[in-house]
């Protein structure tokens, strides 16, 4: 008998992902993309009618609920799974992960080996400013890369905080976050920011799931930048880090995610290690599945995060972890331009289709249609560049695959404008110089 399985505020990567699950998993599951998707969210969204309308709508009726949508999914999917009696993080313990205080608090309490100095920031309040410069500041409820950067100044600081986007940021985008945490009793402030020192090195995300109170890693992937930018150039697994630092940072995942409570979910730590100083570094913590590196795991090890989100949902045995996968190596690859551009031809599904038939293993995601102006601006995405494509590729090795990322990105045929230089997928260094970036892809 199929698990049926409810996907709230559904992300973009959901859809590719779970269509491409393999063959066997899907047979054990239906599957249900809920509307509306994440980012259709409106900022206004009644929660507790929306709690309530999903419960009477699906209660006895699903085996399982979760989310890979950072804000609001994931507090969404723990309010439902609660209400429904269903298997899920506890909503708390979700509200404090992803509230970046918070978890800080914690964190230096139980890894504080790997926890950067740290000061709360109110950008109304002067005086709560640092006094230290340059330092990384960053909204403790954050959404994508908004807001988060390195600032060199106390005029530079004055100024992100007179944004006027950062004023709409904290009067509507952030509503949502007060609303989960009235409904849990979680009074922490979530328009305020964080200021900590600053970290080097390479940077690495570490997914892994806790079940039972037990942590275990589904894989360490690299983080790679465009050189002197916040902007994130490639994404390689596995890692390249040693095989202790990588025990390390298992060691660290294991003491600090049953400490912030998480429970029956997937999750992943951005960290970096410096080479130099041999010092992990904890950037954050996300209470979610990272849609984007779900297949990586899967090309390289035969287990994929969403087979093991499906199984802790629906509270199904976990998937057995196979030998190997099909391929060596796997990346997942953002298509960029560091310019304001119009999209003279982005490839349509038929062509995205064909390319991925022509290279088993690879998915692609456009995410711009012909005719669209992509502009770069301090308050759009990371600041520096524009995101308008995804590659994810597995490979025989690091040759290979990024010879197999140049020619599928050449067969998709993206044409932006002359004025608009592409940026190359290919990092001169692997981390940001005396920088934390911010999340995502």
């Excluded at 950072?70 to 429904?84: F, R, S, W």
């Excluded at 079940?211 to 994130?232: K, M, N, Q, Y």
């Excluded at 390390?248 to 429970?263: D, K, N, Y």
């Excluded at 390319?355 to 759009?380: F, K, N």
Aim: with cysteine; charged share 25%.
């Amino acid at each position: 008998m199929k698990r049926r399985v409810l996907v709230v505020f559904p992300t973009s990567w959901d859809e590719r992902q779970l269509a491409h699950l393999p063959d066997e998993v899907r047979a054990r599951h239906e599957l249900v993309l809920d509307e509306p998707a994440d980012d259709e969210v409106r900022w206004d969204l009644d929660i507790e009618a929306w709690v309530s309308e999903r419960a009477r709508r699906w209660r006895g009726r699903i085996e399982g609920v979760f989310s890979t949508s950072d804000y609001p999914g994931t507090l969404a999917a723990a309010a439902l799974a609660a209400e429904l009696g269903l298997p899920g993080a506890p909503l708390l313990a979700v509200l404090q992960s992803a509230h970046k205080h918070a978890a800080r608090e914690l964190a230096a309490a139980v890894v504080p080996e790997c926890t950067p100095r740290f000061a709360l920031v109110d950008p109304d309040e002067r005086a709560s400013w640092p006094r230290a410069y340059p330092c990384f500041v960053k909204p403790v409820r954050g959404s994508f890369s908004l807001f988060a950067r390195r600032v060199e100044s106390e005029a530079e600081l004055a100024a992100l905080f007179a944004s006027p986007a950062l004023a709409e940021y904290r009067r509507y985008v952030l509503e949502l976050f007060a609303r989960f945490a009235r409904r849990a009793g979680f009074s922490r402030r979530a328009d305020l920011f964080l200021a900590e020192e600053l970290l080097v090195g390479q940077q690495v995300t570490l997914e892994g799931f806790v079940r039972g109170g037990r942590v275990e890693c589904l894989g360490i992937v690299d983080t790679g930048f465009h050189a002197g930018t916040p902007s994130f150039a490639r994404f390689d697994y596995p890692s390249h880090l040693s095989p202790p630092v990588q025990a390390r940072m298992r060691a660290l995942a294991a003491r600090l995610v049953p400490a912030l409570g998480l429970e029956h979910t997937l999750f992943n730590l951005e960290l970096f290690h410096d080479p130099a100083t041999d010092r992990i570094g904890l950037i954050e913590v996300n209470p979610r599945a990272c849609g984007q590196f779900a297949d990586l795991y899967a090309k390289v090890d035969g287990r994929g995060g969403y087979e093991v989100a499906l199984a802790l949902a629906s509270g199904a045995a976990l998937p057995a972890l196979p030998a190997s996968g099909t391929f060596a190596v796997a990346a997942s690859v953002p298509l960029r331009t560091f310019t304001s551009a119009r999209v003279g031809r982005a490839p349509d599904a038929a062509r995205r289709a064909e390319v991925e038939a022509r290279h088993p293993g690879t998915l692609v995601w456009s995410e711009c249609v012909s005719g669209q102006e992509l502009t770069v601006a301090a308050d759009v995405e990371d600041g520096h560049s524009v995101r308008y494509g995804i590659l994810n590729l597995g490979a025989r090795d690091r040759c290979d695959l990024l010879d197999k990322a140049r020619r599928i990105e050449a067969e998709l045929g993206f044409a932006l404008t002359a004025r608009a230089p592409r940026g190359t997928f290919f990092p001169d260094h692997r981390g940001p110089p005396a920088a934390g970036p911010p999340p995502g892809g």
